[in-house]
């Protein structure tokens, strides 16, 4: 089954990542401009996890950039990568309960 990228799903959202597939053991760069960064957040934090058990879960503090925030990080595991992002004041953007699901590739 060919791997396939959400990132045209998810652009409405203000999140994308390139690659559009992610390869296990290499970096994502993983932009956001969703909810958070709209309502003004100062600070933003992606979390990540692999797979329906967020495997290897782990917080990223994100960079401020033109277009809201960004983040390089590290493809630790060949399952689906999981994403879905917190403020400083702990309000969250997580897809409405769906969080963000991208395939990667091993």
């Known amino acids: 089954m060919p791997r396939t990228s959400k990132n045209n799903e998810y652009l409405q959202n203000g999140i994308s990542v390139s690659p559009?597939?992610?390869?296990?053991g290499e970096k994502v760069k993983v932009?956001?401009?969703g909810i958070l960064s709209k309502s003004g957040a100062n600070d933003v934090?992606?979390?990540?996890?692999?797979?329906?058990?967020?495997?290897?879960s782990a917080f990223f503090k994100m960079n401020?950039?033109?277009?809201?925030?960004e983040a390089s990080l590290p493809?630790?595991?060949?399952?689906?990568?999981?994403?879905?992002?917190?403020d400083s004041a702990n309000n969250w953007d997580?897809?409405?309960g769906r969080n963000y699901s991208f395939d990667v590739s091993q």
């Open 20 to 24: 559009a597939v992610p390869t296990s």
């Open 31 to 33: 932009q956001y401009d």
């Open 45 to 56: 934090y992606v979390h990540i996890g692999y797979g329906s058990d967020w495997l290897k």
């Open 64 to 69: 401020k950039s033109l277009t809201g925030f």
């Open 75 to 86: 493809v630790e595991y060949g399952d689906t990568m999981n994403l879905c992002f917190k």
């Open 94 to 96: 997580n897809n409405s």
